[in-house]
Nanobody
Framework: QVQTVASGGGLVQAGGSLRLSCLAS????????MGWFRQAPGKEREFVAS???????NYADSVKGRFTISRDNAKNTVYLQMNSLKPEDTALYTC???????????WGQGTQVTVSS
């Protein structure tokens, strides 16, 4: 059973930074693909960033240059460093695990990020 627990959200002013953490259990983060997604009120869930088991990363255009995804194998944790935050980054952020081909198939609970203007 794969489980993830996201934390680190909060209220921050525009231009500020937050670091989200995703603690995984059931698999090592270095052996699976990990991703961050977000959903704002009234909007569809959208992709934010991914970190493949091989180490390659991918980002949504809206966060490129501001967000960085990384992992700490010793802590079995994936991070999302968010800098230069904007009010439009306000959303519930969720981390997910992808095992095998296809879509992300294990989802945890989210952590709320609110950016005030």
């Amino acid at each position: 059973q794969v489980q993830t627990v996201a934390s680190g959200g909060g209220l921050v002013q525009a231009g500020g930074s937050l670091r989200l953490s995703c603690l995984a259990s059931g698999r090592t983060v270095s052996s699976v693909d990990m991703g961050w997604f977000r959903q704002a009120p009234g909007k569809e869930r959208e992709f934010v960033a991914s970190l493949w088991s091989g180490g390659s990363t991918n980002y949504a255009d809206s966060v490129k240059g501001r967000f960085t995804i990384s992992r700490d194998n010793a802590k079995n944790t994936v991070y999302l460093q968010m800098n230069s935050l904007k009010p439009e980054d306000t959303a519930l952020y969720t981390c997910a695990v992808r095992i095998g081909d296809g879509a992300f198939n294990y989802w945890g609970q989210g952590t709320q990020v609110t950016v005030s203007s």
